[in-house]
């Protein structure tokens, strides 16, 4: 495994003004082209999260700074718990009124958050962002609780018996061999877990596992269990946990007659005040 370190929050105002100085934004195309990583790995870097040793010493020493200068020393052991997002930063603008809409109604009775939109429009940061804002209240602050699937990793299996199971392993669910190889049973105990513990759940880039064609659009499951899945996690009694997709394509196999329980939401782009706010965040 490679050797992972991160900026102090003294470090990171030192590179904010020799940054600054050379007239680059924060995530300056040129900064991370020259430093040999990427700019999610820049991203990284200015919210304090640990980067690979050789992106950081590039980082640094391309705006003139030393390193050594710049390394959080303190254990991340001793650091308050937290999460590592896809896309959600501290830049956040915007959106405000459609952020206090639906952590209302994630909080409520809306069990299943479906969020459409095309390709960057910020469906993955929004759906970060309501898992910020629902921490503390419907999570109790506890990041245990929380699970994130993206569907566009081609290194992990998208089949829902995959996928359940290793969501029950990562909730100490003990699952033998049987269990494994009969979906039917594995599918009772993850919707029964949902049902009676709190968890929040994102599972982002559906289209992904979505199947289809240019007439009628992609928005069959590939894998018939998922639509077995969201039907009985919709049709139980009561629910504690909540799931947020986020999809190019509107998945259509999700049951209408549950619509009581699910609720989904198309993104547009950034209005123009908003957009000029995240410029000046940003450093544009």
């Not at 245990?144 to 569907?151: A, H, L, M, P, T």
């Not at 499951?221 to 394509?249: G, H, K, M, Y």
């Amino acid at each position: 495994m490679a050797v992972t370190i991160r900026a102090s929050k003294e470090g990171l105002k030192k590179i904010d003004l020799a940054r600054k100085k050379k007239g680059w934004t924060k995530t300056e195309d040129a900064w991370w082209g020259l430093a040999l990583t990427s700019q999610a790995t820049l991203k990284r870097f200015w919210r304090g999260l640990p980067i690979e040793r050789d992106a950081f010493i590039g980082i640094c020493e391309n705006v003139g700074i030393n390193w050594e200068e710049i390394v959080d020393d303190v254990p991340p052991s001793s650091q308050n718990s937290t999460v590592e997002f896809f896309s959600y930063d501290d830049v956040w603008v915007g959106r405000e009124n459609l952020i206090a809409e639906l952590t209302k109604k994630v909080k409520e009775s809306c069990r299943l958050l479906i969020l459409v939109g095309i390709s960057g429009i910020g469906k993955t940061a929004l759906a970060e962002k309501l898992a910020v804002e629902l921490h503390q209240e419907f999570l109790q602050g506890d990041w245990s609780k929380f699970r994130q699937e993206n569907c566009d990793n081609q290194q992990e299996t998208r089949d829902f018996r995959s996928v359940a199971s290793r969501w029950l392993k990562k909730w100490g669910e003990s699952l033998t061999q049987d269990d494994y190889q009969d979906v039917e049973r594995l599918l009772y105990k993850l919707v029964n877990r949902l049902r009676q513990h709190r968890y929040l759940i994102i599972i982002d880039s559906l289209e992904n596992i979505l199947v289809g064609n240019e007439d009628e659009g992609w928005s069959d499951f590939q894998d018939e269990w998922w639509v077995r899945f969201f039907e009985q996690f919709l049709a139980a009694p009561e629910c504690q946990s909540r799931i947020i997709l986020t999809s190019q394509d509107f998945p259509g196999q999700i049951p209408g007659r549950y619509q009581n329980f699910w609720e989904s939401k198309p993104l547009t782009g950034l209005r123009e005040s908003e957009q000029l706010q995240l410029f000046g965040k940003t450093g544009l």
